[in-house]
């Protein structure tokens, strides 16, 4: 069993930074494939940025060269720096855990077995 909670989140003008956190609680010592998504009102949930267990990374168009995923040497926290936030990166962050991974297919929420609650990032221009 997996358990994730992210912190982080809150209100922060354009250009401005944030750095969402997710904590991992698991029951046994396997690693997961994890994720950032993101989806706002009326719109579909988006792949934001991957890591894996090695941490290999990747970003969606939208948010690379202002975006890093990254996680600490236990694996137990995940965190997303998000910089020169832009308005339409306001949205509920959901961090992810997938107990395996098939190439090119990271940002597929259906991989995704465990989710949290979500933080919410509010970009004001």
């Known amino acids: 069993q997996v358990q994730l909670m992210e912190s982080g989140g809150g209100s922060v003008q354009a250009g401005g930074s944030l750095r969402l956190s997710c904590t991992v609680s698991r029951d046994t010592h396997i690693s997961n494939f994890m994720a950032w998504f993101r989806q706002a009102p009326g719109e579909e949930r988006e792949g934001v940025a991957y890591i894996s267990p090695r941490g290999g990374t990747n970003y969606s168009d939208s948010v690379t060269g202002r975006f890093t995923i990254s996680q600490d040497s236990t694996g137990n926290t995940v965190y997303l720096q998000m910089d020169s936030l832009k308005s339409e990166d306001t949205s509920m962050y959901y961090c992810?855990?997938?107990?395996?991974?098939?190439?090119?297919?990271?940002?597929?929420?259906?991989?995704?077995?465990?989710w949290g609650q979500g933080t919410q990032v509010t970009v004001s221009s």
């Open positions: 992810a855990a997938a107990p395996v991974m098939y190439v090119g297919r990271w940002s597929d929420e259906r991989l995704y077995k465990y």
